[in-house]
């Protein structure tokens, strides 16, 4: 039973008074909110697409203030939904509708803790802004090279949480591969210091991988060892139009060939993808006379002066151009047009939002099966729901599409949503006969939980489940989410 507290925002009626009043002595004064104006970018999302209601925000400003409120909640039972810069696209950050969850914010959490230029490595506390981060590696002359369209709000614990991808997978890796050491606050409130900064430790499991990708079920990651690269000093960015994913799948083999590494981008989206962006984002523009099917946007990086990456990528274009796999393309001549070229790939998602709902898919299957998929699937989906459209675009170097729907145009948007589960299947049953997963970089979330009792193994779930009883015996880290029911 819960003690009601009348004289508090209505927010936190829905907790005992001498835990807000325990939770404020350990995170002071600044480190709450209860007012609706302040805690509503809290309890919804960007899109719109999830809305929640809390009992507090809590904004712990260090490890051992995140610490003291978990030894509490642990010890009272509260349920607690940790959140990073709230742009997560399956509904991980929400709280539920009980209002009796607590909004774990760390955003107050974002000091750089240490460069160490030597060690390519840089400290940061999981409330830093991934820009951020990408800029004091920047002047210290390195590089931290995950980039997603969200790197101006996302955090680094955001990114560990959900094992972000991104645009430079193809060279870099994700999250996790980009991860050395993570210091943790465990849901008892015990903190696990595992900030090393070593590329090679064999001392037994590694347990960071547990929490990198657990999207707040096992713990809250405060802090991250993070890898820097030398800073590339030249680049090469190309918009090239193309007749089919086949024709995309061709030319990713061959420069992969001609390139090595320096290939860092290769991103494929559809002409309805291009047509959002340029009839909603500001200031964009068809690079090309006419519309084409397909495009894909390539980047070429280097540290080295010498290499010539212009020259490269006309040679790679070349022998496309002249045999029909690429239709037509333009190389960047400097710096902002290599940006007005990469804004139309990253427009795509904001863009989407101006057309009404839309159901993401966020899918991988081996690169080799990226046309079969695009081909199954838009066919599957063009004979359940006519009209549909299919926003269909993404990370291909790495077997990643976007695989995301608006609505039939005239149809309406409740019916759409409510459609959600059933498309879902529809498009996950393709992605199942190309062996491939139902969330290639977004996570689960609460979007797509129970999905995965359709596609996971009964082993792999029991697996998933005792590491969730092991770390989180009393189920209060971010329920009803990730694990199915
Ligand atoms: P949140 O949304 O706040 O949280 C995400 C999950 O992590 C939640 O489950 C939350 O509980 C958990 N969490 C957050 N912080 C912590 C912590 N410190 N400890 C434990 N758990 C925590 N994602 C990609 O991977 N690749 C992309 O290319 C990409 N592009 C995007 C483009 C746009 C325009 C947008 C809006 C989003 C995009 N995303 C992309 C999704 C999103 O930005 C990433 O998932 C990002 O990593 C989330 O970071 P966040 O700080 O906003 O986390
Ligand atoms: C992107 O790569 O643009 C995002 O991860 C995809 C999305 O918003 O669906
Ligand atoms: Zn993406």
């Not at 972000?164 to 015990?190: F, K, Q």
Request: with cysteine; aromatic share 4%.
């Amino acid at each position: 039973s819960v003690e009601r507290n009348d004289t508090l925002n209505p927010l936190t009626r829905e907790l005992p008074q001498r835990v807000s009043d325990r939770i404020r002595d350990i995170v002071g004064e600044r480190g709450i909110l209860t007012d609706p104006a302040d805690t509503a970018p809290y309890l919804s999302d960007w899109r719109g697409a999830y809305k929640g209601k809390a009992a507090l925000v809590v904004r712990p400003a260090s490890t051992a203030e995140v610490s003291g409120v978990l030894a509490l909640c642990h010890q009272e039972g509260i349920p607690v939904v940790t959140q990073g810069g709230n742009t997560g696209l399956c509904g991980g950050s929400m709280p539920d509708a009980s209002g009796r969850q607590i909004v774990l914010s760390l955003n107050r959490l974002n000091r750089i803790r240490n460069i160490d230029a030597a060690n390519d490595t840089l400290v940061a506390e999981a409330g830093c802004i991934l820009a951020d981060v990408q800029n004091a590696a920047r002047e210290v002359g390195r590089l931290f090279p995950l980039s997603m369209g969200s790197e101006g709000s996302c955090t680094i614990g955001g990114n560990l949480a959900t094992n972000a991808g991104g645009i430079a997978v193809l060279r870099y890796g994700n999250m996790r591969d980009l991860t050395l050491g993570i210091e943790v606050v465990l849901p008892d409130g015990r903190i696990w210091d595992g900030l090393r900064g070593l590329r090679k430790d064999n001392t037994g499991y590694d347990l960071k991988h547990l929490f990198i990708g657990s999207e707040g079920s096992l713990g809250v990651i405060t802090a991250a060892v993070l890898k820097l690269y030398p800073l590339p000093t030249e680049k090469a960015v190309a918009f090239a139009a193309l007749p089919s994913p086949e024709a995309a799948i061709e030319l990713f083999k061959h420069l992969r060939s001609l390139c090595g590494p320096r290939l860092t981008g290769f991103e494929l989206m559809s002409r309805m993808s291009l047509d959002f962006v340029l009839r909603h984002m500001a200031g964009c523009t068809d690079p090309m006379a006419e519309p084409h099917p397909w495009y894909l946007l390539i980047e070429l990086t280097d540290s080295s002066p010498t290499a010539n990456l212009r020259e490269l990528i006309e040679t790679g274009l070349m022998g496309p151009l002249e045999d029909g796999q690429v239709l037509d393309a333009v190389i960047a001549a400097d710096e902002a047009q290599a940006a007005a070229l990469w804004k139309l790939r990253e427009g795509i998602s904001e863009a989407q939002n101006f057309e009404g709902p839309s159901i993401k898919h966020d899918i991988s299957v081996p690169v080799s099966s990226i046309p079969g998929f695009i081909d199954k699937a838009s066919a599957a989906l063009s004979n359940e729901i006519p009209g549909i459209r299919l926003v269909c675009y993404g990370h291909v170097g790495d077997g990643n599409l976007h695989f995301n729907l608006s609505k039939p145009p005239d149809s309406e948007n409740a019916d759409f949503r409510a459609q959600a589960g059933r498309i879902g299947r529809v498009v996950y049953d393709v992605v199942a006969q190309f062996t491939g997963s139902i969330s290639a970089e977004h996570g689960l979330g609460q979007s797509k939980r129970q999905d995965i009792v359709r596609y996971k193994s009964d082993l792999e779930l029991e697996l998933m489940r005792s590491i969730k009883g092991l770390l989180d015996p009393k189920a209060i880290m971010n329920p009803g989410k990730v694990l199915p029911d």
